[in-house]
Each structure stands twice: as C-alpha cells, then as structure tokens.
C-alpha cells in the first residue's frame, strides 16, 4: 500500500434547493481496499459517490485522486457501475462492451472481459434480453473494461435474488484479489461484511462511524447479543437491569456478562426454549447509529 | 479523440440498422409521398395556351392572334424572366408585338409547336426565336422538396429524440463517467445521422428520380455537397433543441414549433414568389430554405458552385452556431 491515499475525499458538501444531500464529508481510502459505503435511504450515499465519481459538482469541497483533483487521468483509470443504467439498444453483449472499451486509451481485450464476468455464452446475445443477474454482470465488465485501477459500485445487487447476488460477489472476491481498489455502497449489511475492508456509514449526509467493520463492532458492542421472541418476553421482565432493544417480532438484549445475564432470565422465569445467541453484525450497528424508525 | 468518436458511431449506426421499424419508415415515408403527389399533381393538364407578352401592351385590333380563344396573354415585362418560363414550358410561346412581331418558341413543346401554328397563321411575317428545354412538372419542382423535408423530419427528430432518450435512460450519464466528451459525442452523432441521410436522400435521388424520369440539369457532386451541408445544419439544429431538455413533451412541442414553419414557408409545396416580405425574410432564416432554394436552383436551372454559395456559406454558418451553443448547453444527465 502507497503512504498518498488513492482518494482523498475533504469537507464535501451537497446542497439542493430542497435538501442538504452531504454536509461535510471527510475520508480517504487507500489503494488495494474495499470501502463501503453504508447508510439509510437519503443518507447521501450516492450523491456522496457521484462526486467521487465526477458526475456531480459539490458545493464545497474536493475528491483528490492520486493527489490530484478529479481529470482525464482518474476518468481513464475509474470503472463504474451505476445503480441504474440503460445501455444502448439492439447491441450484443460483446457489442456493448467493444463501445465502451472503444472509449480508453488502455484497458482489457473485449473476450478477456467477457471470461472475468462469465459473459461466454450470453456475449452475442442482444443485452436488453439478459436476466437481472446477468444484466449487472454486463455492466460490471462494462466497468471494468479499462482495466480500473478503482472500481465504483453502487448497489450493485440491489434487485438481485440470493443466487445472483453471491455469484456478483465471487466475481467482485476476484476483482479484489487482482488488488483493485473499490467503493461499494450498498443496503446489504451482509455484503459489507462480507467485500469491504473498512465502511463509513451515513446518516442525513454525514458519516457517523468509519472503520474496519470488526474494529466498529468491537468498538460498538463489547458484547454479545440475545434474542427472544416477543411473545417469550413476559411485560414484567422489562423491569429487569438488562439493556433491551425492541425489534420487530423479538426482543434484543445487549450484555457482556451472559453468564449473569441468562441467571437473571431463569430468575424471573422468561422461557429461554427459543433463545438465540449470537455476536453482533454490521447491522445491528448500523441499526444502532442510525435508528429503527421509518425514514419519510 | 477519433477512437472514442468512431466507437460511439459505430454503435449508434448498429442501433440504427437494427430498429427496423424505424429504418423502413424513413425509406418508405418519402416515396409514399412523392407517389401521392404524382398521383394528384402528375394528371393531364387543362387544354389552355399560356402566351407570355413582352413590351407595351398590344392592340387586339391591330393584332387578331390576341382574340383567340383557349389561349391565356401573360404581360412578361422582363425578357430574361420569360425566357426562362419559356424554356421550362410554364409558358407555351413568348411574343412581342414591338416593332415587327417577334415570337420565341420552345421547340421541344408540343403545345408552343400548336400555338406557334396559331400565331402564323394570323402573324404570317413574324420573326421566329426557337429555345429548348424540357417542361418543368410540378412533381420536377416538388422533388426537392419531398427529399429536403424528409431530410428536415431525419435530422431534428431522428437526433432530437435519441439524445433525449439517451438522457432519459441514463446513457449518457454512464457515458459522462468515460473520457468521451460531449464535442466528441456530439460530433459522432452528427457523423452517424448524416452517414443515414445521404444514404436515403442518395437512394430516393436515384430510386424516385428513375420513377419520374427525372434528370438534373446541374452537377450532381454539386447536389451532394448540398445535401451534405444541408443536413449537418439541420442535424445541430436538432442537438441544440436536445442538447439540455429531459422532458419529451417539450422537445415534441419545440421540434414540432420548428418544423412546421419550416413546412410551410420553406418552399417544400409550394413557391413562396410573391408572398409579403416578412414572410420572405422569416422563409430565409430557416436552412431548409436556403437547401431547397440551392437545391431547385443546380436541379432545375443548372445552377454552379458559384451561384449557390451564399446558400451553402449560411448553411455552414448555421451548422457551426447551433453546434457551439448545443456544446455549450449540453447536459449528459437529468439535472
């Protein structure tokens, strides 16, 4: 890993005539990581990554690449994929990617392209006629067709079923391991967990944790969580010294003392038959510094 | 630069090709029309002689041939202006009863062959002035006409709306994230709309000039830089109106507030001689104008390079004000 970050994101801000999107944005990422990016809707996830990606224009500060500003070398050398995109009509897979590849200087052949994302069999197929999975699978080598040395991806499986997703995750496994640098944002606390080195998450455009996601949680829950159905869970319990979360369908108590607190449960006689104990994940986390409640 | 501009070329042509809807409706509109039109313009026409008369006007007395029936006198003070006339057959005999009757007479008109018997057989003594030329139909003179509207409603709309549906669908943005810039996509284009125009405009040239037996008097390479400049014009016209809009109601409403004046007072139908100058002056802005005054011009007259520069100098100057204020208002996503 080189000392200069490869992206040096300072002080951003994103005003609309409606909404502050981003309010003083502040974070680098180093070469050869996965950083996520998490956050609620309307966090400012995406307007956040769009001017990292040079789409938008913020209001104040700047994205540093390489120490530079954002120019031709960072739009030579970042690959994209957007939460939503619309390619160009009546084109093959193969015709898709040749247009874009087309577009830079230096990059991969078209067919290597094709075998990273498994494309072989679709790549003269009309692209409008590809399935969900299939579909992100082109425009992730529509990304990376300029060989990146820093691949955007937002959302990238939003929409996918659970086969589609972890075969997008395999193929994202291996971009990391060819030491590609890579900014996820994503509503799939597993798929964090799972790609990213370090996240920040968001909350109403701005970042209110950022670290590796094991370093977050510790930091977060020296703990381990329990979970009990609702209905296990008598009213008078709640007067317990425990440090109860209501969840949808159960009851969540956070401790470091589980010795101590199972003693005190059988105590006050709560059945324990359906109680779950597990440690703590990224969404709970996320679900602790950015609340339960619906976002209007 | 090229690299990225052929790429996207390519592609818009392969998305061309492929639409065949799209592809057959451009080549079939245009002959639909010119069959129509020379179904009810091609008919045979009404048994009248058109004499035009040049000089003072001429005493009926003094002359019997003014006193005969079926023949309509056209005063034509200007002998260029009736030579002309004359040798396109509007008119079937040109007389000037100054001193010593003089007559010219088309002789590749069948009628200006009966009227002149006509004439010399009241004017035994007049003086014979024979022209030539072919008779100019009025399918001949809506010709260019149907090629230039067809290429109006290719270039505004067919570039119009694929740059907003490009728009719409994120493209461009997904484009906006390459080193592509907007000249070079704009350029590209350009480049593909007006590979498909000269390639129609060229086929209907050659398919409904076959049709309608109809030969140009002017230089053909002459008509193809024509078209070539006529269309670059009306192509940046129509990147400028899709340059920055999203919404296809209001690129709809301003494409059609710009092509239906050019319907109308562009000269597609009809010629706008003797209109009021205002609308003259209006007439000139638009470019499908100056292409189709051009264009009548080389077919019609055998006009050359020289005569019809003026044309083509607006249509350049056109091209490159619409494609800098098109570069300049360029918007690659919805804002």
């Not at chain 2, 125009?197 to 049709?211: D, E, P, S």
Request: charged share 20%; with cysteine; glycine share 8%.
């Amino acid at each position: 890993m080189s000392a200069l970050p490869l992206l040096e994101v300072s002080s951003l801000v994103k005003h609309y005539p409606a909404a502050v999107a981003v309010d003083g944005v502040s974070f680098h990422v180093p070469e050869g990581i996965c950083f996520g990016l998490l956050g609620p809707n309307g966090a400012g996830k995406t307007t956040t990554v769009e001017i990292m990606e040079g789409i938008l224009t913020p209001t104040s500060g700047e994205v540093r690449y390489r120490g530079e500003p954002l120019g031709p070398r960072f739009r030579e050398e970042a690959g994209i994929l957007f939460q939503k995109t619309a390619l160009q009509d009546f084109l093959t897979v193969r015709q898709c990617i040749a247009l874009f590849r087309g577009l830079y200087t230096r990059g991969l052949e078209v067919e290597e392209v094709i075998r990273i994302c498994a494309l072989e069999t679709l790549a003269g197929r009309d692209a409008r006629k590809l399935s969900g999975g299939q579909q992100q699978r082109l425009l992730l080598a529509i990304a990376l067709v300029n060989d990146p040395a820093v691949l955007f991806l937002d959302e990238p499986t939003t929409g996918l079923d659970p086969q589609a997703r972890r075969n997008f995750w395999q193929l994202v496994e291996s971009i990391k391991a060819r030491r590609k640098t890579i900014i996820l944002t994503t509503h799939y606390m597993e798929e964090a967990e799972l790609l990213c080195d370090e996240i920040a998450i968001m909350d109403r455009g701005r970042i209110v944790a950022q670290g590796a996601p094991r370093r977050l949680l510790r930091e977060h829950f020296a703990d381990v969580l329990l979970e009990l159905p609702r209905q296990d869970f008598p009213p008078a319990a709640r007067s317990l010294p425990l440090r109860l979360m209501d969840a949808s369908d159960r009851v969540e108590i956070t401790t470091d003392d589980l010795e101590g607190t199972l003693r005190t449960l059988l105590a006050a006689q709560v059945p324990l038959t359906n109680l779950r104990i597990r440690p703590p994940n990224l969404e709970d986390l996320f679900l602790e510094l950015t609340g339960k409640e619906l976002r209007p | 630069m090229m690299r990225r501009l052929l790429s996207v070329f390519h592609a818009r042509n392969l998305e061309f090709v492929r639409d065949r809807g799209t592809l057959l409706f451009t080549l079939l509109l245009p002959i639909m029309l010119v069959i129509g039109m020379g179904f009810v313009f091609g008919g045979p026409q009404r048994p009248l002689f058109k004499v035009g008369l040049l000089g003072a006007s001429a005493d009926a007395r003094a002359h019997p041939f003014l006193a005969e029936r079926y023949v309509q006198f056209v005063p034509l003070p200007e002998q260029a202006a009736a030579l002309h006339k004359l040798t396109h057959q509007q008119i079937d005999l040109l007389v000037d009863f100054g001193a010593g009757t003089r007559y010219w007479v088309n002789t590749d008109s069948p009628k200006g062959y009966v009227v002149e018997k006509l004439l010399l057989a009241a004017e035994p003594a007049a003086h014979r002035e024979p022209v030539t030329g072919a008779a100019l139909r009025y399918i001949d003179w809506l010709f260019p006409g149907i090629l230039g509207m067809n290429m109006m409603f290719s270039c505004l709309f067919g570039v119009g709306y694929v740059v907003l549906r490009y728009r719409k669908s994120g493209f461009l943005k997904r484009l906006h994230a390459t080193p592509l810039t907007a000249f070079e996509f704009l350029c590209a284009q350009v480049l593909s709309r007006l590979t498909l125009i000269l390639f129609v405009t060229v086929v209907l040239y050659a398919g409904i000039g076959t049709i309608i037996g109809f030969h140009s008097a002017g230089s053909v390479p002459l008509l193809l830089l024509l078209a070539l400049a006529g269309a670059l014009s009306m192509i940046a016209l129509g990147l400028t109106i899709a340059a920055r809009f999203s919404s296809e109601e209001l690129v709809g409403g301003l494409l059609n507030l710009l092509t239906w004046p050019m319907m109308l007072l562009s000269g597609i139908w009809f010629s706008l001689e003797g209109s009021p100058r205002w609308v003259q002056w209006v007439a000139h802005v638009f470019p499908l104008t100056h292409l189709l005054d051009a264009a009548r011009a080389v077919m019609l007259d055998g006009a050359g390079l020289a005569q019809i520069a003026p044309n083509l100098l607006y249509l350049a100057a056109t091209t490159l004000v619409f494609l800098g204020v098109g570069a300049w208002s360029f918007r690659w996503r919805i804002e």
